[in-house]
């Protein structure tokens, strides 16, 4: 019976581990409740819904249909809007019982808003304070304290994943409603250096590529920047470039289109850049996997780590390392495997040696081996590597189920 029980246990634990696995989708969320449709519909055109989805610990605060009117009765640009709902996303999980277990009664949550860098000192942050009769408050930090909001109810909690609540009213921020200039007035390299863009910057503005990218803002642009880390590891690469061919690796970088998050995933494939022209093709290939986005060339793969910026017509991307056009790099060589050890050599066998070698080889053979039976088990199907972990194979979930039952039974 232990053994039945355990094995039930590890079963279910494996099929606990495959259902956590699966990620959040904010726009499917919101559409299962037609009074968000409006809020569900500006976090999709403000490119904000993406970022929800790649945001392991999150939580959105809702606004229905009718306080979303009050927003849009301001007639405010679509920039100044996502900064609003930026202020309505919290970078942690608070669900409807953690919000009444508030440490002290107060507390202070980063936003998405002050994720990106536009928010001014602690403009970016919400006060949540648990309130006497049950109630809990919001107020957006930069308020002069005034808690505007309070809670409604929870739409959906996905324990210390996602927690989607309702509030009565959006949070009032200074900061937040104040107009914003687009990408197409804004100095880009001032854009790029905001979120660990400053090294990719600084070399647009100092080869001449910076031009091409700023001629291509008006009708979209992306941009693929490796962060400042990656363009120090690439430095000295860099340097044994000749102008062009560094011009050439700063545009390899950007795409003459834009393309959002939910483009890029749903658009594998060959991607031309800045730098095609002609014969010189200077492309690479976007793939995806669940809610990794990874770019791939010949020479090497990056990944993209993080948003810097996403208001059309331009975004920019920060990736984990600068890629290699296979146009300037070569493959390197793999390393060759190391040459075995010479074996000694044998000392000279003596008689005596030499007689027992005879008897040896006059000896009957070794039976052959029995194959196993047919009921053992198979290799594929549990094995323990060298690390002493047990790898198990999935496909013989059914098998093992029905084992599962017959024990339990």
Known sequence: MQLSAALVTLFLSLVL???????????????????????????????????????????ILALDNSAMSAILAKGLPIAT??????????????????????????????????????????????????LKGGKVGFGAEDNNGVLDASFVKSVQEIPYNISVIQISHPLSSPEAEAPTPSPVEQNLTAILGKKGCKNFADLLASSGALKTFEDNLPGGL??????????????????????EGKASVLLFHGVPI?????????????????????????????QNEAEDVTLKTKINTA????????????????????????????????SPAPAPAPEADSPAESPKRAKKAKAKAKSPPAPDVVDAPADAPSDDSVADDD????????REWPVALGIVMWLWM
Do not use: W
């Open 17 to 59: 581990l495959s259902s956590a696995a699966s990620a959040h989708n904010i726009t499917r969320i919101l559409a299962k409740h037609p009074e968000f449709s409006t809020f569900n519909h500006y976090l999709t055109t403000t490119h904000l819904a993406p970022e929800i989805n790649r945001k392991e610990t999150i939580t």
């Open 81 to 130: 809007i996502k900064n609003i709902l930026s202020l309505h996303i919290l970078l942690d999980y608070f669900g409807a019982k953690k919000l009444h277990q508030i440490t002290n009664g107060t507390a202070l949550s980063a936003t998405m808003y002050q994720a990106t860098g536009s928010a001014p000192g602690s403009s970016g942050f919400v006060n949540i304070t648990d």
């Open 387 to 394: 690390s002493g972990a047990m790898r198990v194979n999935f």
């Open 222 to 243: 992306t941009v693929f920047c490796p962060g400042d880390e990656a363009i120090k590891k690439f430095a000295p690469k860099y340097k044994n470039l000749t102008a």
């Open 258 to 286: 834009y393309q959002s998050m939910a483009m890029l995933k749903s658009n594998n494939g060959l991607m031309n850049t800045l730098a095609t022209d002609g014969a010189k093709k200077f492309d690479f290939t976007v």
């Open 303 to 334: 990944k993209i780590t993080g948003t810097v910026i996403d208001d059309e017509p331009l975004v920019a991307y920060t990736l984990d390392t600068v890629l290699l056009p296979k146009e300037l790099f070569k493959a390197e060589a793999p």
